[in-house]
């Protein structure tokens, strides 16, 4: 067992030098990031609505320039890019120890999510040129084992900084001289992955929106995030004034979503190495509103997390498989135009959710149907993967047996 799968794990040396750096600037930036909106609110005064504004902004802003960055990725090199983007484990935690006022932390917060959007796209690209074809499903799934390490263990280093020191300079710091250490060994040791001779476009080409299969890709996973995304913007309101958690099973939900992530995303991974990427996609998008839909079921703190079991399951199928489809169906030399897209509609179903979610608890004064709704966007995103099976005849694996 363990054999097959370590056959499965890619072998490039360059792909486990960008794992570490993930590794490094992951734990720079998950030891600040859960305490930056304590800091806003409390360190700086701004409101707890201003605060959400300037998350809000951060989330518009890579949204609308993450096509942008597709585009640079094809023109400029993936490389480049990425040191952008990864950057923000270093820039931001410099600039936010220097901010005083919301004016300050306006363009400091916009800029991280510009910077995000860079990292994330770039990286997709960047693993999908390192790894060969039929190991590239498990190679994102690696990425997210190294991504979750650093959130079970960074915001618990980062709080006791916090708590010994009684204020937020130590952090920034530390936070950022983590960040380039990690920054460093990318610059240092991964070259340009983009293979030399391919065509780059002197614009950004829109057209691409013009294949079908990505199209169809895109829609369905926006509708999968409208439901997904829930679980990080409503659930801590939601577990607190209807399920009457405290804060510590609070954490202990989020937790056990990371914990699930580092035991089952190798084994998930290899296994949809076998069967369809349409099969591995349907079958993270039922899984996934299983668990969302479970949470609104749940009677007790323990069906909770059993609740965000099932769902970190199911997203260990998802977010793995659709990044392997929209880099299995892209021309080599429009690799990071695709990813754009893609990252482009998911972003806007993540930034549609929770306000979806919450105008719906409003409107109709029930907490539980943004949850009981999952199902039915569930629906919509597997019909539209079946159409995205019935189109595509080539560029997408079809399962090894």
């Given at each position: 067992m363990i054999r097959k799968y370590a056959s499965r794990i890619p072998r490039g040396r360059h792909f486990w030098i960008l794992m570490s750096n993930i590794a490094v600037t992951g734990l720079a930036s998950t030891m600040l990031s859960p305490f930056i909106p304590v800091f806003l609110n409390r360190q700086l005064g701004i409101s707890v609505g201003e605060v959400s504004f300037l998350y809000f902004i951060s989330g518009l802003a890579g949204t609308i320039t993450v096509v942008l960055v597709g585009w640079l990725i094809d023109r400029i090199g993936r490389?480049?890019?990425?040191?952008?983007?990864?950057?923000?484990s270093t820039i931001i935690p410099a600039a936010l120890s220097l901010t005083t006022t919301f004016n300050q932390a306006l363009p400091v917060i916009s800029l991280s999510g510009v910077m995000d959007a860079a990292s994330r796209t770039s990286q997709t690209t960047i693993i999908a040129d390192q790894v060969e074809e039929g190991k590239r499903t498990t190679a994102y799934g690696v990425s997210r084992i190294v991504a979750n390490c650093s959130w079970i263990v960074a915001p618990i280093v980062g709080g006791a900084i916090l708590a010994a020191n009684n204020n937020f300079q130590g952090l920034f710091l530390l936070s950022s001289l983590i960040g380039i250490a990690g920054l460093a060994v990318f610059i240092g040791f991964v070259p340009e992955s983009r293979k030399t001779g391919l065509e780059r476009p002197k614009l950004p080409k829109i057209g691409v929106l013009r294949d079908h299969d990505l199209l169809v890709l895109c829609v369905a996973s926006l509708f999968a995030m409208l439901f997904y995304t829930q679980f990080y913007s409503l659930l801590p309101i939601f577990a607190v004034q209807v399920k009457g958690l405290n804060s510590l099973e609070v954490g202990a939900l989020f937790s056990i979503s990371g914990v699930t992530v580092v035991l089952f995303q190798f084994p998930t991974s290899s296994w949809l190495e076998k069967v369809p990427d349409q099969t591995g996609y349907i079958l993270g998008v039922v899984v996934m509103a299983a668990g969302i839909t479970s949470l609104a079921l749940a009677p007790t703190f323990d069906w909770l997390l059993l609740a965000v079991v099932i769902m970190t399951l199911?997203?260990?199928?998802?977010?793995?498989?659709?990044?392997?489809?929209?880099?299995?169906?892209?021309?080599?030399?429009?690799?990071?135009?695709?990813?754009?897209?893609?990252?482009?509609?998911?972003?806007?179903?993540?930034?549609?959710?929770?306000?979806?979610?919450?105008?719906?608890?409003?409107?109709?004064?029930?907490?539980?149907?943004?949850?009981?709704?999952s199902p039915f966007y569930a629906a919509v995103s597997i019909v539209l993967a079946a159409i995205f099976k019935i189109g595509s005849s080539e560029g997408v694996r079809h399962g090894t047996g």
């Open positions: 490389r480049k890019v990425y040191v952008f983007g990864n950057s923000s199911g997203e260990n199928m998802f977010f793995p498989i659709a990044s392997t489809m929209v880099t299995e169906i892209s021309p080599e030399s429009e690799r990071g135009m695709y990813v754009g897209v893609l990252n482009l509609f998911l972003s806007l179903g993540s930034n549609i959710s929770p306000l979806l979610g919450g105008t719906i608890w409003q409107l109709t004064g029930n907490p539980n149907l943004p949850w009981l709704l």
